[in-house]
């Protein structure tokens, strides 16, 4: 079992510029979180996908949107970058039917310049 | 906002039991407490989770006090491996999502 898996690894983005980034959940998963994690702070919730619908939203602007397919997998998009926007980009997977453990990803390190 | 509050920091000496405190003194009767752990570059791992009795799995033990304001994660015989920063969180009930709410978390130096 490969566990939730996150792409890329790293990237570095210029301010006003647009990226995606992607998770693949944990098998047998099918509801992706996704979190921000500023350098030397606790995860960020940004918004949580099931069945393809945006479940739940934390307290990000509409420059954050995402998407989830039918094979669980999700993006997130990311628009008009700003300095700030640089951070730790992390997805969790879990099932709805045994929500309490969330796996998470590795991270995507986002850096905007 | 965090509803937890934890030391910023901690030292443990190798092989001893590490004890986290954790104060959530305004959790809600339906809501869990939860123990995550992150170790440098990586993401978040889950830990153990409890509602009111007192927990035990292969990594950690959980106590609860009986009027749920507080916990204590335990770790028996802290390794150098265990050094990471620990989250307590109380997650919100499962038909707001359930999603998990960060604050500073402890950090966890475990030392030779």
């Known amino acids: 079992d490969a566990g939730v898996t996150q792409s890329p690894t790293h990237l570095i983005k210029t301010r006003g510029q647009q990226v995606t980034l992607r998770c693949s959940p944990k098998s047998g998963h099918d509801t992706v979180s996704w979190y921000q994690q500023a350098l030397g702070q606790g995860p960020q919730f940004i918004f949580q996908y099931y069945e393809e619908e945006e479940r739940q939203r934390g307290n990000f602007p509409d420059r954050f949107s995402g998407h989830q397919f039918p094979n669980y997998s999700s993006e997130l998009n990311v628009n008009a970058l700003l300095l700030g926007d640089s951070a730790l980009y992390l997805c969790?997977?879990?099932?709805?039917?045994?929500?309490?453990?969330?796996?998470f990803g590795p991270g995507t390190r986002l850096t905007v310049t | 906002d965090a509803k937890t509050t934890q030391p910023p920091s901690m030292d443990c000496a190798e092989g001893r039991a590490a004890n986290l405190p954790c104060n959530h003194s305004t959790i809600s009767g339906n809501e869990y407490v939860y123990w995550y752990r992150q170790i440098h570059s990586q993401g978040p791992q889950y830990i153990i989770h409890g509602l009111k009795n007192n927990e035990t799995n292969e990594m950690a033990s959980l106590i609860i006090t009986e009027d749920r304001k507080s916990s204590t994660l335990i770790l028996p015989h802290a390794t150098l491996r265990d050094t990471a920063v620990y989250y307590c969180i109380v997650r919100v009930s499962y038909n707001q999502g359930g999603k998990l709410i960060f604050g500073q978390g402890t950090e966890l130096s475990v030392k030779p």
């Open positions: 969790a997977s879990s099932s709805d039917r045994l929500y309490y453990e969330q796996y």
